[in-house]
């Protein structure tokens, strides 16, 4: 039977869902967390906040995007902030706006600074969709270094009671889903920035939630990405119609092509010129020096994570020349 928002049954059922969801986040208390966290609206129903810029532990870890989607029938939430408090906080911005119940939550990857917010979703009843690469990084060594050493630089927002949180669903390519009169397609990337990045794509609003792939008008830190697997997905987002763009950190673009050219052009320019030092065998620091960077010099995050973009790339292009 298909369910129309009108029919009382539906309506009993949203009403259960909310006393359900009212009754769970009550069982937590988070403090309130000493931040700013305006909504913006992005289109008709998609709604994004906005962290600061800055490293990890500024504004009380609320340096990465999140964003929702009121469908009528229930809200899809991407990326849970970096800490309980503010994924808390999250829900109430959300309840300033729509009584509708939280049915998904789509993570981008399993960053601290994206992920840590989760355990208030999954508390809330709503089910939580990752890449199926986050199955092993919670089953790694990192995963739990991550947090003890989490605990204690954001600290009191994060603290004993801050637990990693088991997706429900693990998606290995692309998954689809209806909720109200919204289509979502969650694609799983593979490999680029993280051991698994997902995406978001929002119709008909044409929104696309990139998570950490994109980086608007900044350099993107490339730590232990994989280059190659990165510009294929560049290539396969190039060919997705949107409208706007909502990255990982920084402002939403309304010029996604352009942002996209920005990162291809980074990325293809460090694998070249890297591949070129580790072909002709020049040591790391040397090659560095002799690189023209003037042409991504003025933007924003260059000083923090240029020389050690470039050195990750180094080592990784060695390596596969080894190989
Ligand atoms: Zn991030």
């Not at 810029?53 to 970096?82: K, R, W």
């Not at 830190?221 to 990165?230: C, I, K, M, P, Y």
Request: charge should be negative; avoid cysteine; charged fraction near 20%.
């Amino acid at each position: 039977m298909r369910l129309n928002a009108s029919s009382p049954i539906h309506v009993g059922m949203a009403m259960l869902w909310l006393f359900a969801q009212t009754a769970a986040g009550q069982g937590m208390n988070y403090p309130p967390v000493p931040v700013e966290m305006p909504v913006k609206r992005v289109s008709q129903s998609v709604y994004l906040v906005q962290g600061a810029a800055g490293i990890a532990t500024d504004n009380a870890g609320f340096v990465s995007n999140a964003g929702f989607v009121v469908t009528g029938e229930g809200v899809v939430v991407f990326d849970a902030l970096g800490t309980p408090p503010l994924a808390h906080r999250l829900v109430t911005e959300i309840r300033r706006i729509t009584p509708e119940p939280i049915r998904h939550v789509v993570l981008s990857h399993f960053h601290a600074d994206h992920a840590y917010g989760l355990q208030v979703f999954a508390d809330l009843g709503a089910e939580i969709i990752a890449s199926s690469g986050v199955r092993e990084y919670l089953s790694s060594e990192i995963a739990g270094t991550r947090l003890a050493e989490r605990r204690r630089s954001l600290a009191p927002w994060v603290d004993a009671s801050t637990r990693l949180v088991m997706p429900h669903r693990f998606v290995e390519s692309d998954y689809r889903f209806r909720l109200g009169d919204h289509d979502f397609l969650v694609t799983n990337h593979g490999s680029a920035h993280s051991e698994g990045d997902v995406t978001l794509y929002v119709e008909p609003d044409r929104v696309l939630f990139s998570g950490d792939i994109l980086f608007e008008a900044r350099i993107p830190f490339l730590g232990s990405a994989n280059t190659r697997g990165w510009l294929q997905t560049l290539t396969k987002l190039e060919a997705t119609d949107v409208r706007a763009m909502i990255p990982g950190h920084g402002p939403m673009s309304d010029h996604p092509k352009q942002t996209l050219s920005l990162t291809r052009r980074y990325l293809q320019y460090v694998r070249q010129e890297m591949g070129n030092a580790v072909a002709d065998w020049v040591p790391f620091d040397e090659a560095y020096e002799r690189v023209n960077w003037e042409d991504f010099m003025e933007y924003p995050a260059f000083l923090e994570a240029n020389r050690r973009n470039a050195y990750a790339v180094y080592l990784s292009l060695e390596a596969e020349s080894l190989r």
